[in-house]
């Protein structure tokens, strides 16, 4: 993963762990990651409108070591992500809400918000205002390109 | 191969951007591009008390001609930064100024970059103009930053101005577990040296080359730099993770024939001769989000300690009579010969940035050293920032530099600094 900054015009390694944005919000919470490549999955008890699943990390690399998800069984919308360390203790919890349609058969939640009892009394919210769907070759996602990225917009 | 070979094949790569473009247009373009013009900017205003070291041979050099040499004085500056950045399809143009006021008496302007860019595909890109690079992987020095601006190590991400050139790179993407990308940048750089202050010799343009890997997710570039007047130099530089939070990066450069100063005899003298500068370092973050950087960089052109002190006695020695000729004439060989901020061989640079301790919000300390490890004298700097809405930043800024008087840090005529900052973005 790396970090780029305009005006320091050069890529820096950074980690999933390291918040870049400030606030609750941490990389591997802001990206949109696989969690399929990152995780194992079973099935927990849910709720009469929502299915849970249990993650366990397939490394250490990962940014958490456990997720519980809660997923809506009508429309398989992600409502609630709990991430634990490594020891059961709660890291972060992250909130998804106020399903917005974003056009193009897209409707999702429009609003990701975490809190921590790390860092009580605090919460970060990320509103998404609107998606536009873009295709990119591979290169675009590469570290000499980073300095381009502001084209794209 | 000639310099003129060398521009025939330069023009070959860019007129080829076209082909290389051709065969990868996967992507869905918009049937209207939108039109974008971005202005940005800062202004930095700084105020400074220095306290200055009067036994100093630099400060009865730079002092010599005031009436009153005070201990302590003070210095009070505005530096508006502004940019503006357009782009418009393929096509962009992105200019970045920046000026220094210190009196209407004293000002400066500089034009820190000013380029044009063209995309004939997302896959090449070709630039013109006055821009800045950033070449190696080092956070405070780079020996491999062939056609970097010379940076300051007490403020490395502070923007520098460009240099005057034309470049075009290609980025190739492979699905591999092996190398997973691969970047060349091909520059070209006329002759700083200007006849008549308008032309330069063609004899005297100077080529640059830079290939980038990412292998085995490890970031590797090799370069190189050829020119008929100045040193042929040649680089490599990577940069990896050992663990998620802990990364470790090298450069190493080798330059052939370059220029060496140093004091001889009481006067100054040149010689040429091969030689390695390089760059170790790491950076680690911290359950607690402290960042650690440690890097170690050994400055193949420097100084050893005694030419330091042979220096350091020149200097002392044309200050005894005041005669301004002499202090003249030390002025002028320190200023053009001695005027790196790394004069000697071997130093270590360590810095730690601690994000919002104690819950204190917005608040960001850090603490850096530049410790020469020949002299033992060191920079020792805190730097506090503190950013409390949106866009704007204050920074208190204390520095103290220790070393005996014939040392490195203890023979600059700035003895502690206390700098303030207001920093208002836009």
């Known amino acids: 993963m790396w970090l780029y900054i305009p005006k320091v015009n050069k890529p820096v390694r950074i980690t999933s762990l390291q918040s870049v944005v400030g606030g609750v919000f941490n990389n591997a919470d802001i990206m949109q990651l696989e969690y399929s490549a990152e995780y194992n999955a079973t099935f927990g008890i849910g709720t009469e409108k929502e299915n849970l699943l249990d993650l366990k990390a397939k490394n250490k690399s990962v940014a958490y070591d456990k997720l519980k998800m809660w997923i809506t069984k009508d429309k398989n919308i992600l409502r609630k992500v709990e991430a634990y360390s490594a020891s059961g203790m709660l890291i972060k919890t992250l909130e998804f809400k106020k399903d917005k349609n974003f056009g193009g058969g897209l409707i999702r939640p429009s609003v990701i918000e975490t809190y921590s009892p790390l860092y009580k009394g605090y919460r970060s919210l990320m509103i998404y205002q609107s998606i536009k769907k873009r295709q990119f070759p591979d290169e675009v996602f590469t570290l000499n390109y980073m300095g381009r990225l502001g084209d794209l917009k | ?426």
């Open chain 2, 1 to 426: 191969m000639s310099h003129s070979q060398w521009l025939i094949l330069f023009l070959l790569f860019v007129s080829t951007g076209g082909l290389f473009g051709q065969e990868e247009e996967l992507l869905e373009t918009p049937p209207e591009q939108e039109k974008k013009l971005e202005w940005s900017g800062n202004l930095d205003v700084k105020y400074t008390l220095f306290n200055m070291d009067q036994n100093s041979a630099q400060y009865k050099l730079q002092f010599f001609k005031e009436r009153s040499s005070p201990t302590l004085v003070s210095q009070y500056k505005i530096e508006p930064y502004l940019n503006a950045d357009y782009r418009t399809g393929d096509l962009g143009f992105v200019l970045k100024t920046h000026a220094t006021y210190y009196s209407d008496a004293n000002a400066q302007f500089d034009l820190f970059e000013s380029y044009g860019s063209f995309n004939p595909s997302l896959n090449v890109t070709l630039q013109s103009g006055k821009l800045m690079y950033s070449w190696g992987k080092g956070y405070a020095f780079n020996p491999v930053g062939f056609v970097n601006s010379v940076k300051d190590p007490e403020n490395p991400e502070l923007a520098q101005a460009g240099l005057l050139s034309a470049n075009v790179e290609y980025i190739k993407s492979f699905e591999s577990d092996v190398l997973q990308s691969f970047a060349m940048m091909f520059v070209v750089i006329p002759s700083s040296e200007l006849l008549n202050s308008r032309y330069g010799d063609v004899e005297k343009t100077d080529i640059a080359l830079k290939t980038y890997f990412l292998l085995w997710d490890t970031d590797i570039d090799v370069m190189a730099y050829y020119s008929k007047d100045k040193p042929k130099r040649y680089g490599i530089d990577f940069a990896r993770n050992l663990k998620e939070n802990f990364e470790i990066h090298g450069e190493v450069s080798l330059n052939l024939n370059s220029q060496r100063y140093s004091i001889v005899n009481d006067s100054i003298n040149f010689s040429s001769a091969d030689n390695y500068s390089y760059l170790y370092g790491a950076r680690y973050l911290s359950e607690t989000n402290v960042t650690i950087i440690a890097e170690y960089y050994h400055n193949g052109l420097g100084l050893t300690t005694s030419e330091y002190q042979l220096y350091g006695n020149y200097l002392q020695k044309r200050t005894v009579n005041n005669n301004p000729l002499a202090i003249q004439q030390a002025l002028g060989i320190s200023q053009t010969y001695f005027r790196s901020s790394t004069l000697m061989q071997d130093y270590l640079y360590f810095k730690i940035i601690y994000p919002e301790p104690f819950d204190m919000l917005y608040f960001t300390p850090s603490l850096y050293t530049i410790y020469n490890l020949a002299d033992k004298s060191f920079l020792l700097s805190l730097q506090m920032n503190y950013k409390p809405v949106t866009n704007i930043e204050f920074i208190f800024w204390p520095s103290a530099l220790i070393g005996g008087n014939l040392t490195e840090y203890g023979s600059k005529q700035v003895q502690e600094r206390i700098e303030l900052w207001m920093r208002v973005f836009f």
